[in-house]
């Protein structure tokens, strides 16, 4: 199997530490035991080793899991005493577990390598015990990074449990295995296996069994990033556990908590924070301050501070009670974070006592990683408290131990907050440096940070994005009116163009781009000579911009205002482009935007004899269409083509040829799930019929079934969707309508993906003509850029908001004209179908052609 980056692997070691999906817990086939007595004190000479056994999983149930090892080392020494290589293995089984538990990696892979040595040969060689032990050594392969081995191990774990007929196990098996699969990047292969599994179950009768699976196949589609899937899922398994009554506690609010962090990944808090209350249930200590934890966070982001207060009481009560282990150190750090989101100036004290805390239990435990993730977060609040001396010792022994142990994804948190405190203590250049390695590691943990699991505290906003941004903020610097270095200029657009792929990369959830991509430089120095590339980045206190002309070395110009300000001005121009009679006040607010982007620029563009402009857009800027920038005379559209690009090609450009142009189109004219009806559709699908070759799908006509089936049937270069449909930051809201349902950017991508693998020509040319970006998200466009990487298509022209008039009709009718007829590019014919309605005294103000934008090759 083709070996994939390690590193999905090390940020789930670190950002999942309270989470188990359906692990086996070997000690469930021991004997049921009896509830030991306060005083327990091991009595060798009185217990016997199975006892021991018993001992060890009630403390192991219990949470004492240092104890539990205790329990479990006697007893193998008894059954080594005795011969008794069977239960020797099954204890060395428990102990893998419990060593895990603890942190202690090297104890747990010794224990697991020699209870297989045992099993491994004679009678034992296909025995339930040893598949169990199996699924625990892959257990512990993916807490390691090595999920290549996790996966063949679980697949061996498989093919024993069905020749035994064990169907719980095969199921658990194949559970694990998917996850494996989507740690190595193989989603696709892992969807599949989980659809499969998935039907298996619910062909299955109400049972315990079916109740686990689910809520296992559950927190694994969380995992891949089928959100909307992941909490069906969790909503069956809790309803299979209260129609069969089953009095597991425990059960329901580990259920609670798996829909609540699902809730998290959709960005439904309210839904969300009523889980964790229900989660909060638990009887276990771990699972119940996990619950509350998360909670926490929860209103914190939601400024919900009173409510944060009184679970902060609650959470202090229960911090001091939770017995010694990993996920004990992990719940101090995070309890200390939320505090310090707090700010009150109060609780410095009692975080710095938590933290001080995880760190001598880190150590006693002697877990490096623990030991480095909590030193780490101590400096952290010496950095808030401006302590930088004492946050610089603390972040160079949590980098030392984290980049000794070889964990990516908390070194490159140190690297980027040794770069803070150099930054602040005036060493730039050491800034940089810092900077620029926590980058290269995240570059490499891409795969990784895309399933980023919410029960620990993380975010992309707060802890990926500010690190691009304040590199290139220490790049662009320059004293007085001098120019940045081309090095540091590069580097900065480099900067940029990865950023909007970690954008896209979080927004689906897995590496988006798997392509070779193409270098825009390539494109404009030798295949359009005539192209400019424009990358603004917006930040804290600058509009930075990167200008690149054909065969030139890169430019740059900036205006000093607050971010605060730009995301207002920002939003008081989308909102006056969509209003029909503010022409005037929609050309100021233009002329502000054209003045930050291009008039320090007009110079360069016309000595080039630049004709299209392509840009890297950022934040915010991507809800406003370029076209509609005004210069006090002209629209931007009038000068010059435009198109917009994340930064990097999926496909090679190439211009669209007359010859190929054939086109499948399909539209919804009539009211539809709350959508209202589309008038002019209709106009507009005759209207492209009579410029191309087209197949036709209408209303009834066009559902997900027969809109695939064709798809699949002819290579159509033109997909043309004149249907309601809505690009939002978040991926399960993106989506386009069918007469019978929905397609979300994730399904439309499977759709496209099929005819690719039937047919290997690319989509040409996707429009999507009646969308719009979701109401209040400022990040909407955001979808828009996810739907043209994931189609497939070397182009896709969409609109950000719908226009439901004849004028649509009439400006799609150009556009296929001119491509059609002429030999222009597809920039410059949908140029010439905004032209020609920006003519028409109707049709004047930009709220009838500026909505319509190319994304990707413009050739």
């Given amino acids: 199997m083709k070996r994939k980056r390690s590193c999905f692997r090390r940020v789930r070691r670190l950002h999942a530490e309270a989470r188990r999906y359906v692990i ?3 000690l469930a086939t021991l004997l049921t035991i009896s509830i030991l007595p306060p005083s327990f004190a091991f009595r060798t000479a009185e217990n016997s080793a199975q006892e021991l056994l018993q001992q060890g999983r009630n403390l192991y149930e219990a949470e004492q899991f240092e104890r539990a090892s205790l329990a479990f080392e006697q007893a193998l020494i008894n059954f080594k005493a005795q011969g008794d290589k069977l239960r020797q293995a099954m204890t060395l089984s428990n102990l893998c577990l419990t060593y895990q538990q603890l942190g202690k990696w090297t104890k747990a892979s010794q224990a697991i390598t020699e209870s297989l040595n045992l099993l491994q040969t004679g009678e034992n060689s296909q025995t339930q015990i040893l598949a169990q032990a199996l699924d625990i050594q892959g257990r512990l392969q993916l807490a390691q990074g090595k999920a290549e081995s996790a996966f063949n191990t679980w697949q061996q774990a498989a093919t024993i449990y069905a020749k035994i007929g064990d169907r719980t196990g095969s199921i658990r098996s194949q559970i694990n295995a998917a996850q494996a ?6 989603y696709r292969k892992a969807q599949k296996t989980l659809t499969e599994i998935n039907q298996t179950l619910q062909n299955q009768p109400d049972s315990t069994l079916k109740a686990t699976g689910l809520r296992s196949l559950g927190n694994v589609l969380r995992v891949v990033g089928d959100l909307e899937q992941s909490r069906k899922i969790l909503q069956q398994s809790l309803e299979v556990t209260t129609r069969m009554q089953l009095q597991s506690p425990q059960a329901i609010s580990e259920t609670w908590l798996s829909l609540g962090n699902t809730a998290t990944a959709q960005q439904d808090i309210p839904a969300a924070i009523n889980y964790y209350k229900q989660a909060a249930s638990s009887t276990s200590p771990t699972k119940r301050i996990q619950a509350d934890l998360n909670q926490l966070r929860l209103l914190l982001d939601d400024n919900q501070l009173n409510a944060a207060q009184a679970l902060v009481t609650k959470i202090q009560a229960q911090i001091p009670n939770l017995p010694a282990s990993r996920k004990a150190v992990y719940a101090r750090i995070n309890f200390a974070q939320s505090l310090m989101k707090l700010k009150t100036g109060q609780e410095v004290k009692e975080i710095a006592q938590l933290l001080a805390t995880a760190v001598q239990q880190a150590r006693d435990l002697q877990d490096q990683r623990s030991i480095a993730y909590a030193l780490g977060n101590l400096a952290a609040l010496y950095e808030q408290t401006q302590q930088f001396d004492n946050a610089q ?6 980098l030392a131990i984290s980049q000794a142990i070889n964990v990516p994804d908390i070194t490159y948190r140190w690297q980027w907050q040794l770069g803070r405190l150099l ?8 800034a940089i440096a810092a900077y620029t390695e926590s980058v290269k590691i995240l570059q490499s943990l891409r795969n990784d940070l895309v399933a980023i699991n919410p029960e620990v505290q993380f975010s992309f906003r707060d802890e990926v994005e500010p690190i691009y941004r304040q590199l290139v903020n220490l790049l662009l610097r320059s004293p007085g009116d001098s120019q940045p270095s081309q090095d540091n200029l590069v580097q900065a657009r480099t900067l940029i163009e990865s950023l909007q792929l970690a954008e896209l990369d979080n927004f689906f959830r897995v590496a988006c781009l798997e392509g070779r991509p193409i270098q825009i430089d390539a494109v404009i120095d030798r295949q359009d000579p005539t192209a400019a590339v424009i990358y603004p980045i917006i930040l804290d206190d600058k509009l930075e911009v990167i200008l690149k002309l054909p065969q030139q070395p890169l430019r740059h110009y900036k205006t000093n205002i607050a971010a605060s300000e730009v995301e207002k001005i920002l939003e008081q121009l989308r909102q006056q482009l969509i209003k029909p009679y503010t022409l005037q006040e929609t050309q100021a607010l233009s002329r502000q935007i054209y003045n930050w982007l291009l008039q320090p620029a007009e110079e360069y563009l016309a000595k ?10 950022d934040g915010s800027l991507r809800n406003i269409p370029m076209a509609a920038l005004y210069d006090g005379q002209k629209y931007l559209i009038e000068k010059y083509a435009i198109a917009l690009t994340p930064g990097l090609q999926l ?3 190439k211009a669209l040829s007359q010859q190929q142009i054939k086109a499948l189109t399909a539209g919804i004219t009539e009211a539809r799930q709350g959508f209202s009806a589309l008038s002019n559709v209709a106009q507009e699908l005759n ?3 009579s410029e191309v070759p087209t197949k036709v799908l209408l ?4 559902t997900s079934q027969t809109f695939q089936q064709e798809i699949n049937s002819v290579p159509f270069p033109v997909v043309h969707l004149a249907t309601h449909g809505q690009f939002s930051s978040n991926a399960d809201e993106t989506f386009i309508l069918t007469w019978d349902g929905r397609i979300n950017v994730n399904q439309l991508d499977t759709l496209l993906r099929i005819r690719e693998s039937q047919r290997p020509n690319a989509i040409e040319l996707l429009v999507l003509s009646a969308c719009q970006t979701a109401a209040g998200d400022k990040r909407a466009a955001l979808g828009l850029a996810g739907i043209a990487v994931r189609a497939g298509a070397r182009s896709t022209l969409a609109s950000l908001w719908n226009v439901d008039d004849q004028s649509t009709a009439e400006l799609m009718s150009q556009f296929y004209r001119e491509l059609t007829s002429t030999k222009l590019t597809k920039a410059e014919a949908l140029r010439q179908g905004q032209l020609a309605l920006l003519k028409n005294p109707k049709y004047q103000h930009p709220l009838f052609w500026a909505a319509y934008v190319l994304v990707g090759n413009w050739l």
């Fill in 24 to 26: 086996v817990i070997f």
């Fill in 181 to 186: 699969l989507q740690s190595l990047g193989n």
């Fill in 393 to 398: 010792e603390l972040t160079q022994q949590a």
């Fill in 423 to 430: 930054k602040a203590k005036g060493d730039i250049q050491g």
């Fill in 608 to 617: 080039s004899q630049i004709k299209t402009l392509v840009f890297v857009l």
């Fill in 651 to 653: 496909l090679s450009p």
């Fill in 687 to 689: 209207q492209i019929q």
């Fill in 699 to 702: 209303n009834q006509k066009f």
